[in-house]
């Protein structure tokens, strides 16, 4: 194995006693060395930061850091990353298991690029954990990131404060920013276990900000979905998202280009017309299958879709 590039673990921890023991035994536990682990906890008033300390007593590469005042997961994330320095940083949540050779294989498939994702299990327990594939297309991550845990990153990228887009989910900018700002690499195989529970950020997010939702939809993203949607509109993190992203694609990639300006207009045209564009490229931009009467529908409607879940904008 060539391990001559080091690499740096990032993990930004808050309240994460009941699972972080398991994960720090994943991280230590990788094939491929680890250069620095860092811990940065955001005020737990549990026993996190006393797991995590007994670890940094165990391992030399662990360093522990607890933020003066909560600073919340997003810029617990932004500041704990520029605490690396290794050649390479890979973002880690506190109550995941990684598989020993998560490190290694993103090692070895990132090549030139900036990041390097994976696919992953995702589940309330690891024996029914489904597999989470994110297709590649930038057009796709406009509406879905490369999650974060899934990421190895190019510390030149990772470190750079213009890849931060603070007004809204870190994982949606960074994941968007690397089609344009050096490259995707991804490796076609679960590299580690996203344990889902009530307790999760994310998961507190979506149901703070969306209490009509049901565990398995089928009217209700057509109906809540346009609401959801008009009133993402009106947000200045939807605005300054895709402004920047128009930015960004200009004369690189005129299909996000055209979707984000779309998105900025609020007449009924504009709405008709991204539909149309979704539809027809549904094969990179809706999640799953699109074949038949069934995919050109849920091409269509697929802004009221997304609209319907999305947390990106309200953080």
């Known amino acids: 194995m060539n391990d001559s590039k ?14 972080l023991k398991e994960q720090l035994d994943s991280i230590v536990a990788q094939t491929y060395p680890v250069h620095e682990l860092i811990v940065q906890d955001d005020g737990s008033d549990d026993r996190t930061v006393e797991i995590a300390r007994s670890y940094e007593q165990l391992y030399p590469f662990v360093h522990v850091y607890v933020n ?5 997961f997003q810029e617990n994330f932004r500041t704990a990353v520029l605490r690396a320095t290794g050649d390479f940083i890979a973002l880690s949540d506190q109550d995941d298991v990684w ?9 070895e498939a990132i090549g030139s690029c900036a990041i390097c994702y994976s696919q992953h299990l995702r589940g309330a327990n690891r024996e029914t954990a489904h597999v989470v594939t994110y297709k590649c297309a930038p057009e796709r991550q406009l509406f879905a990131a490369f999650v974060g845990h899934s990421l190895l990153m190019r510390r030149d990228f990772a470190q750079d404060p213009d890849n931060w887009l603070g007004y809204m989910t870190y994982d949606i900018g960074l994941s968007l920013l690397a089609h344009f700002r050096g490259g995707v690499a991804y490796v076609a195989e679960p590299l580690n276990w996203h344990r889902s529970h009530d307790d999760s950020a994310s998961t507190k997010i979506q149901l703070d900000m969306y209490q009509q939702h049901v ?4 009217w209700q993203p057509y109906v809540y979905g346009w609401s959801n949607y008009r009133r993402l509109q009106k947000k200045t993190s939807w605005q300054r998202f895709h402004q920047r992203m128009i930015y960004e694609s200009d004369a690189v990639n005129l299909l996000v280009n055209r979707l984000c300006r779309l998105m900025l207009r609020r007449d009924p045209i504009a709405l008709l017309q991204l539909c149309w564009v979704c539809m027809r490229h549904r094969a990179t931009i809706y999640p799953s299958e699109t074949k038949g009467l069934s995919g050109l529908i849920h091409g269509f409607f697929f802004p009221f879709i997304h609209a319907y879940h999305c947390t990106f904008y309200d953080v």
């Open 99 to 107: 598989f020993p050779e998560k490190i290694a294989k993103q090692v």
């Open 6 to 19: 080091r690499v740096s673990v990032v993990m930004a921890t808050y309240n994460g006693e009941p699972y």
């Open 215 to 218: 565990s398995a939809p089928t």
């Open 68 to 72: 003066e005042k909560n600073l919340g």
